[in-house]
């Protein structure tokens, strides 16, 4: 079909490797047959033409003719074979670009972005105070003293139970128990050794710091970090 073509050059370069032939190899004579007969069956069918087509087809055919004359200017006709040569080069290559940029398109469909933003946002928060005068730091050391006394230090328990624990979830747990005491240490939330439960419980106390729901303070001379219920 003329529509699976993008131009005459590219019938043209169908046809060439059709004939498994090389480009500087083609005879004149044999392509515009080959051409002609292409165009004539597409004619035969009622499918139109484009005009581009058809012009190829008249330049095929005048150098033809020019072959075939008698005692033809051999270097005319020499100088309009090796231009068309060179068109279809040209156009091999452009084809083989055109194959690359879109593999490269297809590679960029794979690739997701983000608009710039303020790397503010990702400096290390290890000196943020936790609403009180504690920062994260102290916070993270204070748990892995508590593990450490609890031998936590050995692989924790990830046997699969049946119970669930979300941050939402203790996050409620964790306000419940302020509810009623106010100021708890910081290691009495850590009720359950699981290792899911630990973490979980870690989270929620961060979650409950920056929703402003809580402070946490130390007592320097006895080392002991209390969440302090602020709502």
């Not at 190899?25 to 515009?32: E, G, L, P, Q, Y």
């Not at 080069?89 to 055109?98: C, G, P, S, T, W």
Request: proline letters at 2%.
């Amino acid at each position: 079909m003329i529509d699976a073509f993008e131009g005459p050059l590219d019938l043209l370069l169908h046809l060439i490797k059709k004939s498994n032939i090389d480009i500087v190899d083609i005879n004149i004579v044999d392509i515009t047959k080959q051409y002609l007969d292409y165009i004539n069956c597409m004619e035969e069918m009622n499918l139109d033409i484009a005009s581009e087509y058809l012009t190829m087809a008249a330049e095929l055919i005048e150098m033809k003719s020019n072959i075939l004359l008698p005692k033809p200017e051999m270097n005319d006709v020499e100088e309009e074979r090796q231009d068309l040569i060179n068109r279809l080069l040209d156009y091999e290559q452009y084809k083989k670009m055109i194959g690359y940029f879109r593999d490269l398109e297809n590679d960029r469909r794979d690739m997701f972005t983000r608009v710039p933003e303020d790397l503010k946002n990702y400096d290390c928060v290890s000196n943020v105070t936790l609403g009180g005068d504690v920062t994260v730091d102290d916070l993270v050391s204070a748990l892995n003293k508590f593990l450490s006394k609890k031998e936590y230090e050995k692989p924790l328990n990830t046997k699969v139970t049946s119970r669930e624990y979300s941050v939402s979830m203790r996050c409620e747990e964790i306000k419940s128990v302020l509810s009623k005491k106010k100021k708890v240490c910081f290691t009495d939330l850590f009720d359950k050794y699981d290792k899911s439960f630990i973490v979980v419980t870690f989270l929620a106390i961060l979650d409950l710091v920056r929703k402003s729901n809580v402070v946490i303070n130390q007592d320097r001379n006895f080392n002991q970090i209390y969440i302090e219920d602020v709502s």
